[in-house]
């Protein structure tokens, strides 16, 4: 089931955006000096218009530092006096929630271990009715498209428009490099299901590590995201939090000034030669389709006869000869081997579907 998201777009919130929008700030609040410092350097960024500090930090292991606490809020008060910058706190209970407010926080945002408990969500919900506040959701820290897309759901219906998405990478048994996996084609599928939603990347927490923060961040751009969240300390090093991964607000103006900023469209020509060349993919395509429902067809005939004369669906020795023969053919026409290797195990999986599928059949025909 699908619905559509009531949102009041980044843009008409957020007056002035100099593209590309940068949030940035330390992972945690860890003292007014730090904060204050910080902030004023990164107020003389224009891109930055919003300043992220964590005052409750959800940690994986006890006994690491869990934040300041309410104290930090004041400590954010003084910057928001002091400096032009907006302020975005994490939050994960009503009662966070409720200090925030008190202390007029600007923007709030989920973090991804929060927005894998719907529980959790639905009690932040509860409390945002009637609140004109701005939310954030991270993804959740599993690849789960359809928690993120829940949580921001039912944050939505209670009434909060100016809502906008953080991808931040998902947890992996192995990431490396990075600390979280990128799996891009989940927010590229969030974009497709919520058009209207703005994404923003967190390049810091997919990375882990200050030295991937500017591919990635290039990357964000390149795939039309809506603008990132980094990490900065005014001494990174000595972080009480996430120390690897964060950087100076002056190392992240020299980032973005590297950066390439890339639009949706281009010139008439531009798009006339496009549209031309996408004429070639969708014959192309076309033709995909068709050769593989004539392959699907033989494989159904297959199936058919190996059920009739009792063989096993997977015949080893004929996949090992398929993969290195195809692999070889696609290597010399300069296709990558690791994506031949997963074309050919997904058709070879929808292969042994089919077949299972013409064997369960004829055995409970069998039992008739
Ligand atoms: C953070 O932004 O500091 C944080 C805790 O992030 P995440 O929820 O993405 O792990
Ligand atoms: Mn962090």
Known sequence: MRTSLDIIPLNEWLDSIDEPLIISGPCSAESPVQLLSTAKALSKIPNVKIFRAGIWKPRTRPDSFEG?????????????????????????????????????????????????????IQEISNVLRGVDIPVMVKNPINPDIKLWLGALERINKSGIKKLVAIHRGFNAFDSAPYRNLPMWEIPIELKRLFPNLSIIVDPSHICGNREYLAEISQKAFDLNMDGLMIESHIDPDKALTDANQQITPL?????????????????????????????????????????????????????????????????????????????????????????????????????IQIQTDIMNQAKSEKRK
């Open 68 to 120: 300041v606490g309410v104290v930090g809020l004041q400590w954010l008060q003084t910057v928001k006096q002091k400096t032009n910058l907006r302020i975005a706190v994490e939050v994960a209970n009503p009662r966070h929630i409720e200090e925030c407010l008190k202390y007029e926080v600007d923007i709030l945002w989920i973090g991804a271990r929060t927005v894998v408990s719907p529980f959790s």
């Open 251 to 351: 190392e992240l103006k020299q980032l973005i000034s590297n950066l390439i900023i890339r639009k949706e469209k281009g010139s008439v020509e531009f798009q006339s030669k496009l549209e031309e060349l996408r004429t070639k993919i969708d014959d192309l395509d076309n033709e995909l389709i068709k050769v593989l429902a004539k392959r699907m067809n033989i494989v159904k005939e297959i199936g058919e006869y190996k059920s009739d004369n009792n063989i096993t669906i997977l015949q080893l020795k004929r996949w090992v000869e398929i993969i290195s023969s195809r692999i070889s053919k696609g290597v010399k026409q300069k296709l990558n081997k690791e994506f031949l290797l997963k074309l050919l195990q997904l058709v070879h999986k929808e292969s």
